[in-house]
């Protein structure tokens, strides 16, 4: 049964408005400032300094401009803070145009894949508006960044520069999606009239070649093998001829991409922790790294980003950049405003509700550069390195108070080797057969 609104409930609001101390002056300060500048807090400006016990050295922080490639940044970024220090390069950058443009071949066509296996279901069936609600987008995860330098490798900035549609990524997204929900009708249609396999896989190379001139006309060509000479900043000149960007990889970077696993933290029922998952049709490289979760208790999730950064290594992470947070200032705290005191109302949710009643999910990677502990090596904050250029926060750089981190921090990409036995053996085990949650899943959100 419904009810409406009735006249004397409307007066009985007005009264209660009236009622509330301080009305009027919190009507003006909300009218001239706005909910947050209103609400916030001095002692969250104060406390939140920049000041670290263990940090590590980064360097300038990069841009993403007007996309939403803060994955690929973040992922760069940390492979390129051991590059600058080994290899003697400030302000070196590898890059982003390159794997955009990969990411967004490969994604087109996992795409028209997933629209191939899911022609039997019919239009308005959950799965299927799931993809054409975004065929393909700027975001990404963790294993998915992988997958690209696994197949392709990595190339420096300078061979592969920003374009427009690098830096303004709007546009091309747009005739994109387009183009592949079109190619989408073309494939279903194939199916439904029982046409052969090898005729389909043909069709389907044919819109991919299409696609692939697109990206090319708007990102670039992305180079086989390229030459690349820079000075270090001893003033010695080096130079490499015709290396492919997997040999870039492999001599500039060097990692092992398998030993860099996901972790992340979701305290939802339906989601065990020390458990293994995936999620259904969460991908970019068809054959490639599929993503894989390895779910812990807030405690130990923190305690291997620790150990990483003790050890001098960042700690790519993706986050709900949105809650909680100041760019201007570059504080992500929960103390940093008080809605709930400035509206006399709770608005407090846990961090299993937010993601249950999807008022919360990652929306942003960036990489933790450091961290302050106290005497019993507790962290009370954390360095955080954006992509947003040197204009927010402190030249780039952000902290985030250690509460705001166990409400809003999702995933962590953690080196096997801060792992312990049991976990390395929960992640082993585990990732051969995953729990599969569904596509719309709050862990399957891109950052």
Same mark, same amino acid.
């Given at each position: 049964? $419904?009810?409406?609104?009735?006249?004397?409930?409307?007066?009985?609001?007005?009264?209660?408005?009236?009622?509330?101390?301080?009305?009027?002056?919190?009507?003006?300060? /909300?009218?001239?400032?706005?909910?947050?500048?209103?609400?916030?807090?001095?002692?969250?400006?104060?406390? #939140?300094?920049?000041?670290?016990?263990?940090?590590? *050295?980064?360097?300038?922080?990069?841009? +993403?401009?007007?996309?939403?490639?803060?994955?690929?940044?973040?992922?760069?970024?940390?492979?390129?803070?051991?590059?600058?220090?080994?290899?003697? %390069?400030?302000?070196?950058?590898?890059?982003?145009?390159?794997? #955009?443009?990969?990411?967004?071949?490969?994604?087109?066509?996992?795409?028209?894949?997933?629209? /191939?296996?899911?022609?039997?279901?019919?239009?308005?069936? =959950?799965?299927?508006?799931?993809?054409?609600? $975004?065929?393909?987008?700027?975001?990404?995860?963790?294993?998915?960044?992988?997958?690209?330098?696994?197949?392709?490798?990595?190339?420096?900035?300078?061979?592969?520069?920003?374009?427009?549609?690098?830096?303004?990524?709007?546009?091309?997204?747009?005739?994109?999606?387009?183009?592949? =929900?079109?190619?989408?009708?073309?494939?279903?249609?194939?199916?439904?009239?029982?046409?052969? !396999?090898?005729?389909?896989?043909?069709?389907?190379?044919?819109?991919?070649? *299409? /696609?692939?001139?697109?990206?090319?006309?708007?990102?670039?060509?992305?180079?086989?093998?390229? !030459?690349?000479?820079?000075?270090?900043?001893?003033?010695?000149?080096?130079? *490499?001829? +015709?290396?492919?960007?997997?040999?870039?990889?492999?001599?500039? %970077?060097?990692?092992?991409?398998?030993?860099? %696993?996901?972790?992340?933290?979701?305290?939802?029922?339906?989601?065990?922790?020390?458990?293994?998952?995936?999620?259904? #049709?969460?991908?970019?490289?068809?054959?490639?790294?599929?993503? =894989?979760?390895?779910?812990?208790?807030?405690?130990?999730?923190?305690?291997?980003?620790?150990?990483?950064?003790?050890?001098?290594?960042?700690?790519?992470?993706?986050?709900?950049?949105?809650?909680?947070?100041?760019?201007?200032?570059? /504080?992500?705290?929960?103390?940093?405003?008080?809605?709930?005191?400035?509206?006399?109302?709770?608005?407090?949710? $846990?961090?299993?509700? =937010?993601?249950?009643?999807?008022?919360?999910?990652?929306?942003?990677?960036?990489?933790? $550069?450091?961290?302050?502990?106290?005497?019993?090596?507790?962290?009370?904050?954390?360095?955080?390195?954006?992509?947003?250029?040197?204009?927010?926060?402190?030249?780039?750089?952000?902290?985030?108070? !250690?509460?705001?981190?166990?409400?809003?921090?999702? +995933?962590?990409?953690?080196?096997?080797?801060?792992?312990?036995?049991?976990?390395?053996?929960?992640?082993?085990?585990?990732?051969?057969?995953?729990?599969?949650?569904?596509?719309?899943?709050? #862990?399957?959100?891109?950052?």
């Amino acid at each position: 049964m $419904t009810k409406e609104i009735t006249n004397q409930e409307l007066a009985q609001f007005e009264q209660n408005f009236k009622d509330t101390p301080a009305s009027s002056a919190i009507n003006n300060a /909300i009218a001239t400032n706005g909910l947050y500048n209103a609400s916030r807090t001095m002692n969250s400006q104060v406390e #939140m300094d920049q000041t670290f016990s263990v940090e590590i *050295e980064t360097g300038k922080v990069a841009d +993403q401009k007007q996309s939403g490639l803060c994955w690929v940044f973040a992922a760069l970024n940390t492979m390129r803070h051991p590059l600058q220090d080994k290899f003697k %390069i400030k302000g070196f950058e590898l890059s982003q145009g390159y794997m #955009m443009f990969w990411d967004k071949l490969e994604k087109s066509n996992y795409f028209l894949e997933n629209a /191939i296996n899911t022609a039997a279901l019919p239009t308005g069936d =959950r799965k299927v508006d799931f993809l054409m609600a $975004t065929p393909q987008q700027d975001g990404g995860q963790w294993d998915m960044i992988m997958a690209l330098v696994q197949k392709y490798g990595v190339v420096p900035k300078s061979v592969m520069p920003d374009t427009f549609s690098r830096t303004q990524s709007a546009q091309l997204n747009k005739v994109l999606n387009a183009k592949l =929900r079109k190619d989408a009708i073309v494939l279903r249609d194939l199916v439904d009239q029982n046409k052969s !396999d090898d005729d389909i896989q043909r069709i389907k190379n044919e819109m991919l070649s *299409e /696609i692939y001139k697109i990206l090319v006309y708007s990102v670039g060509v992305p180079p086989t093998k390229f !030459d690349w000479s820079y000075r270090d900043d001893d003033k010695n000149f080096h130079k *490499e001829t +015709q290396i492919t960007p997997k040999e870039f990889f492999n001599k500039y %970077i060097g990692w092992d991409l398998e030993n860099y %696993i996901s972790t992340i933290n979701a305290p939802t029922k339906d989601k065990p922790y020390n458990e293994v998952y995936t999620v259904e #049709m969460l991908g970019n490289v068809v054959g490639g790294r599929e993503v =894989r979760h390895l779910n812990l208790e807030i405690e130990d999730f923190k305690s291997l980003a620790v150990k990483q950064l003790q050890a001098g290594e960042g700690v790519w992470f993706g986050s709900d950049v949105g809650q909680s947070s100041n760019s201007k200032l570059g /504080i992500m705290d929960t103390k940093l405003y008080d809605l709930s005191g400035l509206l006399a109302t709770d608005l407090t949710l $846990t961090k299993a509700e =937010r993601l249950d009643y999807i008022d919360s999910m990652m929306t942003h990677a960036m990489v933790i $550069t450091g961290v302050d502990l106290d005497d019993n090596d507790k962290p009370l904050k954390w360095k955080v390195e954006n992509s947003w250029g040197e204009k927010v926060g402190s030249k780039g750089y952000f902290v985030m108070s !250690d509460e705001w981190f166990d409400e809003f921090v999702y +995933q962590l990409v953690i080196s096997k080797k801060y792992l312990t036995d049991t976990q390395k053996e929960i992640f082993e085990n585990g990732a051969k057969n995953p729990k599969v949650l569904a596509p719309w899943d709050p #862990m399957g959100a891109l950052a």
